[in-house]
């Protein structure tokens, strides 16, 4: 197939920046429930655990996957807008990725849950194809949804009753970190987050089939952006209302499912892998539900102009991203206040909540004078570098 690039213009996509607010609120709010991936607390109210329950049904894992569709749509934007005018953007896209590697291990110094540097080596996986039929996307995708890994353990399972879920050494680095959260200084967690933080970003997602779940959001991008959906244009708003009523009716199959077809198997492995798999397409669900809504509600309903508020704050999410690992390992680590031991889950709710807020109207008053956010900035600088751009 030769590659035609499209022939309307990619303008800026105002429900995208909605949706990476959306996003990038609901991770920090986990993060800072989570302590960044410090699982030490005071004594739990009953309040600190039906919030906890709440949060995580709510949020975790759809937040991260509207982030990583993004991400995809982004891509075949960027790769698209040049290609318009005659120019091959891949090899300034791997670059690009190699400066979110590096954005990915500033983040490190201060959280080890980073997700820029997983981001980073996904993207250079999918770049090659960027110039794919949609048909290769789709199938790709599909496989990639399909949870592979899980599903040779599976099957292994089967053949081998005794055969042991797929384990990178995951927990053991988590434990390694936690000494220098907890006692350490700064440089303590710097180095923990790059000795450890790094490689156990990619073994947990690998373990729990969040890496190939995101290499599939990422071709979902893509595909999303090829066919526009994001406009309001043409027959989208059908697609969208139909992908709202099927995403609620597969959330609602799978989720009992999921809390029910793994104690079937009796043996560790199959038992292990049904759940990642069941799991990750409960969320997937959910997540679809989350992105159809949100975009007929500022396509089609009266709320677009107080969602509008909030694009500010999506345009801003690289910065608000990484701001929350430094101003969060402050807040709750050792080396900064070290609130851990004394903030329960509201409270830390609380807090979050706050920062967000302020987070927000530092979004408003800097671009009222800039294009973009200060480490958005930066990094579109430094990916035309010596290209005049």
């Given at each position: 197939m030769t590659y035609q690039p499209s022939t309307k213009p990619n303008t800026r996509v105002d429900v995208a920046d909605l949706l990476r607010a959306i996003a990038v609120a609901g991770i920090i709010i986990l993060h800072f429930i989570e302590h960044l991936n410090f699982y030490n607390f005071p004594p739990l109210t009953s309040a600190d655990k039906a919030l906890w329950d709440t949060a995580f049904f709510v949020l975790s894992n759809k937040m991260y996957a509207i982030f990583a569709m993004l991400f995809g749509l982004t891509l075949f934007i960027q790769h698209d807008n040049q290609a318009q005018r005659g120019y091959d953007f891949r090899a300034r896209f791997a670059w690009r990725m190699v400066l979110l590697m590096m954005f990915g291990l500033l983040d490190l110094l201060f959280f080890n849950g980073d997700i820029l540097t997983v981001y980073a080596v996904g993207g250079l996986i999918v770049l090659p194809f960027v110039r794919s039929s949609n048909r290769t996307i789709a199938i790709i995708a599909i496989i990639l949804a399909l949870q592979p890994i899980e599903l040779i353990y599976l099957i292994g399972s089967m053949f081998n009753p005794g055969l042991q879920p797929l384990n990178l050494g995951t927990n053991e680095m988590f434990a390694a970190i936690m000494p220098a959260q907890e006692n350490g200084s700064w440089l303590d967690v710097a180095i923990a987050g790059i000795r450890y933080g790094f490689p156990v970003n990619f073994t947990w997602a690998i373990e729990h089939g969040r890496f190939t779940q995101t290499l599939f959001l990422f071709m979902l991008g893509i595909l999303v952006g090829r066919h526009r959906l994001l406009?309001?244009?043409?027959?989208?708003?059908?697609?969208?209302k139909r992908t709202m009523i099927w995403s609620a009716v597969a959330f609602a199959v799978l989720c009992p499912l999921y809390f029910t077809i793994p104690s079937l198997f009796t043996a560790e492995c199959a038992h292990a892998s049904i759940k990642v798999m069941l799991d990750m397409w409960k969320n997937l669900a959910m997540m679809l539900f989350y992105v159809s809504g949100l975009t007929l509600l500022y396509h089609r309903t009266r709320m677009k102009k107080p969602l509008s508020t909030l694009l500010p704050y999506g345009k801003m999410s690289l910065t608000n991203y990484i701001s929350q690992s430094v101003v969060g390992g402050f807040i709750f680590y050792h080396w900064g206040l070290g609130?851990?031991?004394?903030?329960?889950?509201?409270?830390?709710?609380?807090?979050?909540?706050i920062f967000i807020f302020l987070q927000y109207n530092f979004c408003k008053l800097w671009l009222r004078n800039h294009k973009r956010g200060p480490l958005e900035q930066l990094w579109h600088n430094a990916t035309w570098l010596k290209s005049g751009k």
């Open positions: 406009y309001d244009e043409g027959n989208n708003h059908i697609i969208w609130l851990y031991s004394v903030s329960g889950h509201v409270l830390s709710f609380i807090i979050s909540i």
